[in-house]
């Protein structure tokens, strides 16, 4: 693979795409947070202003998972989406 990289043309210029944090008011779907307990500090901090910017944004977090919480905690994790999809929303009405 990388004598195929190397040999591909400049990707072109830079472009400065706009921040998803600061569009995150704009999704208008069902959104489910899934935080892991055990995740890097950074991840683990940012995830309660980002269920606060996604309008009727539902959180929850699994215990005993680092990071990939459909890999590491599947039953806790398909649990989770499993109430996410049944459960009667504000949005839905």
């Known amino acids: 693979m990388k004598p195929i990289a190397l040999a591909c043309g400049s990707p072109g210029e ?3 795409a706009p ?3 600061d569009r995150l008011g704009q999704i208008q779907v ?5 935080r892991d307990r055990l995740d890097v500090p950074h991840v683990d901090s940012r995830m ?5 910017r996604i309008p ?3 959180s929850v977090v699994v215990d005993g998972d680092a990071h ?3 890999w590491e905690q599947p ?3 398909n649990g989770a989406l ?5 459960e009667p929303r504000a949005w839905a009405a």
Do not use: C, N, S, Y
Not at 30 to 34: A, E, F, K, N
Not at 82 to 86: I, L
């Open 14 to 16: 830079a472009v400065d």
């Open 19 to 21: 921040l998803a944090r």
């Open 30 to 34: 069902p959104t489910l947070l899934v």
């Open 48 to 52: 309660p202003e980002i269920g606060q």
């Open 56 to 58: 009727g944004a539902t």
């Open 68 to 70: 990939l919480p459909g």
């Open 75 to 77: 039953l806790a994790f």
């Open 82 to 86: 499993a109430r996410h999809f049944v």
